[in-house]
Nanobody
Framework: QPHLVQSGGGLVQPGGSLNLSCEGSGYRFSDYALSWYRQFPGKEREKIATIDLGFRTHLENPVRGRFTISRDNSKNTLFLQMNDLKPEDTAVYYC????????WGQGTQVTVST
C-alpha cells in the first residue's frame, strides 16, 4: 500500500519561500493524482493544490499565484513551492495520493512569522 514521506517546512519570515516535498513508495507513483492540503488549528483539512496524471494542476484561490505544485515521476516525488508566504499560511501541510480512499503523508508544520 502507498506510503508518503514529507520533508521541508519550518519557520520563514513573511514574504519568504519554502519548498515542501512528498516522496511516495509502495505503488506506481505516476499512475495517481496527488494533492496538497493544509490544516489550521481546530479546523478541517482543506485542499489547496492538485496535480493529475497528465501534470495538469489546479490551485485554490488562497494560494493561486503564490504556490506551485509539481511532480517528478522519476523520483516518485511531489513538490509544493510556496512563495510570498503570509502569516495566514501558517498551518500543518499534508500530501495525499488519490489511491483508493486516499493515503496521507505525516504532515509538516509551516510557520510564517517575524
Amino acid at each position: 500500500q502507498p506510503h508518503l514521506v514529507q520533508s521541508g517546512g519550518g519557520l520563514v519570515q513573511p514574504g519568504g519561500s519554502l519548498n515542501l516535498s512528498c516522496e511516495g513508495s509502495g505503488y506506481r507513483f505516476s499512475d495517481y493524482a496527488l494533492s496538497w492540503y493544509r490544516q489550521f488549528p481546530g479546523k478541517e483539512r482543506e485542499k489547496i493544490a492538485t496535480i493529475d496524471l497528465g501534470f495538469r494542476t489546479h490551485l485554490e484561490n488562497p494560494v493561486r499565484g503564490r504556490f506551485t505544485i509539481s511532480r517528478d515521476n522519476s523520483k516518485n516525488t511531489l513538490f509544493l513551492q510556496m512563495n510570498d508566504l503570509k502569516p495566514e499560511d501558517t498551518a500543518v501541510y499534508y500530501c495525499k495520493v488519490w489511491y483508493g480512499t486516499g493515503y496521507w503523508g505525516q504532515g509538516t508544520q509551516v510557520t510564517v512569522s517575524t
